[in-house]
Nanobody, 120 residues
Framework: QVQLVESGGGLVQPGGSLRLSCAAS????????MAWYRQAPGKERELVAD????????NYADSVRGRFTVSRDNAKNTVYLQMNSLKPEDTAVYYC?????????????WGQGTQVTVSS
C-alpha cells in the first residue's frame, strides 16, 4: 500500500535550519508529482513547495521562497525540504503529499505529518 513517512521535524531557534525527509513506498515514485504542505494552529493547510517528477521544476509559496529548497532522490524514493533562516511563523505541522496514478486513476495521499517549532 502507499505510504509516506516524514521525519526531521523538531524544535529550532529562529534563524536555524532543518531538513525534512519523506520516504515513499507502494507506488512508482519517479513518475509521481510530490509536494510539501504545512498547517499552523488555527490556520488552513497551505502548499509550501512542489516538485516535478524529474526534480527539474519546483514551485514555492511566496512566504518561503529563497529560504526553503525542495528536492528529491528518485533512487531512494525520498523527497526533501531544506528549511533555512527559519522564522517563528514557519511553526506548523509539515505534510508530505503525493499525487499518485494508480488503478487507472489519480489519487492523493498524505503523510502523517512532522511538527516543526521555531522558537527561542
Amino acid at each position: 500500500q502507499v505510504q509516506l513517512v516524514e521525519s526531521g521535524g523538531g524544535l529550532v531557534q529562529p534563524g536555524g535550519s532543518l531538513r525534512l525527509s519523506c520516504a515513499a513506498s507502494g507506488f512508482m515514485f519517479s513518475t509521481t508529482y510530490m509536494a510539501w504542505y504545512r498547517q499552523a494552529p488555527g490556520k488552513e493547510r497551505e502548499l509550501v513547495a512542489d516538485i516535478s517528477r524529474s526534480g527539474v521544476a519546483t514551485n514555492y509559496a511566496d512566504s518561503v521562497r529563497g529560504r526553503f529548497t525542495v528536492s528529491r532522490d528518485n533512487a531512494k524514493n525520498t523527497v526533501y525540504l531544506q528549511m533555512n533562516s527559519l522564522k517563528p511563523e514557519d511553526t506548523a505541522v509539515y505534510y508530505c503529499w503525493a499525487r499518485v496514478f494508480i488503478n487507472l486513476s489519480i489519487q492523493i495521499y498524505w503523510g502523517q505529518g512532522t511538527q516543526v517549532t521555531v522558537s527561542s
